[in-house]
């Protein structure tokens, strides 16, 4: 019943409105301001939640919300519905006003009230009556003998009988007038088919059918009606090979996915959510088991599509052909996708072999090499970092520059903060590995230092290493790199300094970016800076204030820390110049220094396989951090507690460390 008064009261509303706003705002979301989820029995990854039923006294957890059909059930008392009945149950709304809260919350504009919608949605009903009568003709036309052609192709792309009742294939025939004249034999007027899409009339001729001589795919909404028809060539000489039903009130193409409604019900099942090109591979997916299978309508994925799919899945994988075309595809999606993306909400991207599509990979390979295709599917950040590097010499610090400013350029792009730190770290991580200098060469055979008295011999092309020496291991390698006091203070002095001069935060934007804080409660802090606004140009002013809540409360402690906000780079009136370079200096030693034990303990970890010279390049690069210079951000805080005289003592013990002479 509720259902039913929703539909009713949804009249006035334009079509697709609902259905947009349901695929904006989850129902977890929506319900889980009233419930405690059970967290042994939900599972959040696949919008599968469980809680105690808000509608009656329960302890257990009956109440079941599955985001990917939008709709809620208590096992217990059988109430059931989607966001719009679940605001109007619990918070006592009617369905305008429920309607209105959660386009509040997707950040939708409500329509204005339109007397017509009325009379709109009845002339939907009756379009969409004109669209099963054509697709009942052209099922028919497809046993004709005029129809051997079509069968033939369809056989020889491995359709058999089921398969084309169930897809509800058709055939167009070549005459002009041939689905005209079957409806108006129907009772159906030319103005509904040509609204409709199925027939078309010029401005000084008679109507004639769009569809002539193709193969013909029924579209239908998640509901089950159809909206739309798409149409494959048999001639070569058609000047499209596909052709789709233009735009009517009942199909946008940039708002549907072929096959959505069985693909949904299939991932609320557990299937994975495949997004493939065209009509053919999403049915040579679903029919080898992949039913989880839908495809956009002749365009590019749009965001709305985009949406859709997270609404049915929060990763779907795109599989694309696997040619320079769907590589372009693959990127044009990132770019789209990448101000979209959020905690758990992502794409993943299983590239076909060359020259094949997902029908290809099947018909060769069978499932299990396609389901070996989408089990590496790979993420996005992957094909982003391809992207900014491949096929690229970045052997100048100009054109290391460049690629850093191509990646800061993209990581601006994505809005969550938490994904962009992750982006960032995944970037620089494969920027060490991709300009890593090279290890210098091992000796040759038989070289002097090939005995068994230095770090390893060799044995053919083997090298065998011997046991780490026990004065190494005394040495500075088995020791902590010092305490950490040093590295608090020097971090809450650059954060207070850019809160004091909130100017030169987008200099530093970067860095911000890169920070490894060591005091847990300076992450907010470090996050509310990179959210501050983007046109503060000037350095100097009133100390920037992070916004309200945690950021604020710890930005007000950090300003009246002794040591901190007597530092002459956090006062205000510290020259701008000052405050850049002292920065400058102290994000490059705060860096080298928070890495210098991991460098010692990977030195450790990879003593007992490294020849002689690995080690010491090791060694080398991490006395090079300690020995970097402090700048005057040390010098105003006096060394900030950190005994560096003895830390370049004891680089300088181990580096100095040799193994037996060779020989």
């Known amino acids: 019943m509720a259902a039913r008064r929703a539909d009713t009261a949804g009249m006035s509303l334009p079509p697709g409105f609902l259905e947009e706003l349901r695929a904006r705002v989850p129902l977890s979301r929506v319900v889980g301001r009233k419930v405690t989820w059970d967290n042994r029995k939900s599972r959040p990854g696949k919008g599968d939640m469980w809680a105690p039923c808000p509608f009656h006294q329960e302890r257990t957890a009956s109440f079941h919300v599955d985001d990917a059909k939008g709709f809620y059930y208590c096992f217990g008392c059988h109430a ?49 009556g004109a669209m099963e009568a054509a697709v009942r003709f052209y099922r028919m036309q497809l046993s ?53 899409g199925l027939v078309a009339r010029p401005d000084d001729g008679a109507p004639y059918d769009r569809f002539r001589d193709r193969i013909l795919f029924p579209i239908r909404d998640p509901r089950g009606r159809c909206i739309a028809l798409g149409g494959r060539a048999l001639s070569a000489l058609a000047q499209a090979k596909y052709l789709n039903s233009p735009e009517t009130p009942l199909f946008d193409k940039g708002r549907c996915l072929y096959n959505h409604g069985p693909a949904r019900a299939a991932v609320g099942g557990g299937a994975a959510l495949v997004v493939a090109e065209g009509y053919m591979d999403v049915i040579a997916l679903a029919r080898a088991g992949f039913e989880g299978a839908v495809a956009p309508l002749g365009t590019a994925i749009t965001e709305h599509q985009l949406r859709m799919m997270w609404q049915m899945a929060p990763e ?56 070996a295709l989408l089990e590496r599917a790979r993420p996005m950040a992957e094909l982003l970092w391809e992207r900014e590097t491949e096929g690229k010499v970045l052997d100048s610090p100009e054109r290391r520059a460049a690629l850093d400013k191509a990646l800061r350029a993209t990581l601006r792009r994505i809005t969550d903060p938490t994904i962009r730190a992750h982006y960032a770290e995944d970037f620089r991580t494969r920027r060490s590995a991709l300009l890593a200098p090279a290890p210098r060469p091992l000796p040759p055979q038989g070289a002097s230092g090939a005995g068994r008295g230095g770090a390893g011999f060799r044995q ?43 100017g030169l935060v987008a200099e530093f934007e970067d860095d911000l970016e890169h920070l490894e804080v060591v005091v847990p409660e300076h992450e907010a802090l470090r996050l509310a800076l990179l959210r501050s606004p983007a046109d503060q140009t000037e350095a100097g002013g009133s100390p920037q204030a992070p916004g309200e809540g945690a950021a604020g409360a710890i930005a007000e402690r950090l300003m009246t820390t002794p040591g901190v906000c007597d530092s002459p780079i956090v006062r205000p009136g510290c020259p701008a110049e000052t405050v850049r370079k002292s920065l400058r ?38 006395a090079g951090a300690v020995h970097a210079p402090a700048g005057g951000l040390e010098d105003d805080v006096s060394d900030l507690g950190e005994d560096t005289a003895a830390l370049r003592r004891r680089l300088a013990e181990a580096a100095s460390i040799r193994k037996p002479r060779r020989g």
């Open 144 to 196: 004709t003998a005029r129809a051997t052609a079509a069968r033939e192709y369809l056989a020889g792309r491995g359709l058999d009988a089921a398969a084309l009742e169930r897809f509800e294939i058709g055939y167009a025939p070549g005459d002009r007038q041939a689905l005209l004249a079957h409806l108006r034999g129907a009772g159906i007027e030319d103005s509904v088919m040509i609204e409709a």
């Open 316 to 371: 779907p994988v795109i599989a694309l052909d696997g040619d320079t075309a769907g590589l372009r595809a693959a990127q044009r999606l990132i770019d789209l996708a990448l101000p979209l993306i959020e905690a758990g909400q992502g794409l993943r991207f299983a590239l076909m072999p060359a020259g094949q599509d997902p029908d290809d990979v099947l018909r060769s390979g069978g499932p299990a090499a396609m389901a």
């Open 460 to 502: 053919g092309r083997r090298l065998i290493a011997s046991a780490p020496l026990a004065a190494t291991r005394s040495s500075l390698l088995a020791r902590p790199a010092g305490e950490l006091a040093g590295h608090r203070l020097r971090e809450a002095v650059m954060l207070a300094a850019l809160l004091s001069h909130p």
């Open 585 to 622: 200096d102290a994000f490059a030693r705060h860096r080298a220094l928070r890495s210098l034990p991991r460098v010692l303990a990977e030195a450790e970890s990879d003593i007992a396989g490294l020849a002689d010279e690995g080690l010491t390049w090791r060694l080398a690069e991490a």
């Open 80 to 128: 059931k519905g989607d966001a719009i009945s679940f605001l109007r149950e619990t918070a006592n709304l009617g369905f305008m006003e429920a309607v209105a809260e959660l386009a509040r919350e997707a950040g939708m504009a409500m329509p204005a009230a339109d007397p017509k919608a009325a009379e709109r949605a009845d002339r939907r009903t009756v379009l969409a």
